[in-house]
């Protein structure tokens, strides 16, 4: 079964962190570029930082930049999302997911994402 499996999300403090991960299953992420995306409750879908297929380029929302850092081991079919110095506007749905369709453009429309996670929630707040 074409799965991924995120975990790691919990609740933390403002600037505290958690470590996000997401193994796939019944597939190689050699050939997908992968990304991390959140969902806040009645919002639009956000791309929080995807990473390239092939050379490992990233991106980064600018809401996240600095604090956020995705990465990928294609030999464990896991990418990872660390999350640090954590923010109470953090809080959310977050899941993983893999395409095909773009290399960096963190596009979070559905139609694009071939395969995907659900979720794993993260809660920040004091």
């Known amino acids: 079964q074409v799965q991924l499996v995120e975990s790691g999300g919990g609740s933390a403090q403002p600037g505290g962190s958690l470590s996000l991960s997401c193994p796939a299953h019944g597939f190689t992420l050699d050939d997908y570029a992968m990304g991390w995306f959140r969902h806040f409750p009645g919002k639009e879908r956000e791309g929080v930082s995807c990473?390239?297929?092939?050379?490992?380029?990233?991106y980064y929302a600018p809401s996240v930049k600095g604090r956020f850092t995705i990465s990928r081991d294609n030999a464990k079919k896991t990418v990872y999302l660390q999350m640090n110095n954590l923010k109470p506007e953090d809080t959310a749905l977050y899941y993983c997911?893999?395409?095909?369709?773009?290399?960096?453009?963190?596009?979070?429309?559905?139609?694009?994402?071939?395969?995907w996670g659900q979720g794993t929630l993260v809660t920040v707040s004091s």
């Open positions: 990473i390239s297929r092939s050379d490992g380029r990233t």
């Open positions: 997911a893999a395409t095909r369709v773009w290399e960096l453009t963190c596009d979070p429309e559905e139609r694009y994402l071939e395969v």
